[in-house]
C-alpha cells in the first residue's frame, strides 16, 4: 500500500523568497514520485519526477526535489518565488514495477504575495 | 512530447442525457489510460484504468454501468456518462501512461442542468 502525506493545505511565500512544499510518502516498495502543478481550471502538468536516479531531481520552472529515503520525503523547492507559481501543486507515488497507479496527495495551494 | 488532449473542454446538458469524453494521446501510443474525477478544491480521485483492446477496470464505488470507457486505440480512450444527473457535475481528468510517468489531459468540465 502507499500512501503520500502533504503538509500545509495552504502556503503562501512572498514574490522572491524560497519556496518550499512538503510531502512525505509511505511506500512498501521503492516508489517513484511525482510532483504535478494545477493552474485553474486545468489538468495536471508534471514538474517533476524521481524514478531511483539521481535523488535530487530538477524539473521545469526553476523547482526542485530531493528524494530522502530516510525521511521517506520529496519535498519541492524553488529558490524565488515568482507571481506565476500561484498553482495548486500535488505529490503523487507509485510503486516501481507493476501497477501504475498514481496515489495522489491531498494538494497543496501555493499562494505568492506581491 | 507527451500530450494528452481531452475533448471537449467543457459540456452543459439536461439531465438524463449522456455525454462523451474523448482523450487521446496525440504524439505516443497509450496501452493504458486513466480517468479522474476532481471535485471544487479536492484532489483527484482515480475512477478507472482503461486498457486497449480490454475491459476498463474500475475502482471500488464508481459504477462501470453509469461511467462507460471505452479504450478502442492506442490512442484514444472514451468516458461516457449515461443518463447523467446533476450529482454527476464535475472536473474529469484524463492521464495516459508514457514509461513510468502519467501525462495528463486538460480537463473537461461537466454540468448536469
Known amino acids: 500500500a502507499q500512501s503520500v502525506t502533504q503538509l500545509g493545505s495552504h502556503v503562501s511565500v512572498s514574490e522572491g523568497a524560497l519556496v518550499l512544499l512538503r510531502c512525505n510518502y509511505s511506500?512498501?516498495?521503492?516508489?517513484?514520485l511525482f510532483w504535478y502543478v494545477q493552474y485553474p481550471n486545468q489538468g495536471l502538468q508534471l514538474l517533476l519526477k524521481y524514478t531511483s536516479a539521481a535523488t535530487l531531481v530538477k524539473g521545469i520552472n526553476g523547482f526542485e526535489a530531493e528524494f530522502k529515503k530516510s525521511e521517506t520525503s520529496f519535498h519541492l523547492t524553488k529558490p524565488s518565488a515568482h507571481m506565476s507559481d500561484a498553482a495548486e501543486y500535488f505529490c503523487a507515488v507509485r510503486s516501481n514495477f507493476g501497477n501504475e497507479k498514481l496515489t495522489f496527495g491531498t494538494g497543496t495551494r501555493l499562494t505568492i504575495i506581491p | 512530447g507527451a500530450v494528452v488532449s481531452q475533448h471537449p473542454s467543457w459540456v452543459i446538458c439536461k439531465s438524463g442525457t449522456s455525454v462523451k469524453i474523448e482523450c487521446r494521446s496525440l504524439d505516443f501510443q497509450a496501452t493504458t489510460m486513466f480517468w479522474y474525477r476532481q471535485f471544487p478544491k479536492q484532489s483527484l480521485m482515480l475512477m478507472a484504468t482503461s486498457n486497449e483492446g480490454s475491459k476498463a477496470t474500475y475502482e471500488q464505488g464508481v459504477e462501470k454501468d453509469k461511467f462507460l470507457i471505452n479504450h478502442a486505440s492506442l490512442t484514444l480512450s472514451t468516458l461516457t456518462v449515461t443518463s447523467a444527473h446533476p450529482e454527476d457535475s464535475s472536473f474529469y481528468i484524463c492521464?495516459?501512461?508514457?514509461?513510468?510517468?502519467?501525462?495528463f489531459g486538460p480537463g473537461t468540465r461537466l454540468l448536469v442542468l
Open positions: 511506500s512498501s516498495v521503492p516508489p517513484y
Open positions: 492521464s495516459a501512461i508514457r514509461g513510468e510517468t502519467q501525462y
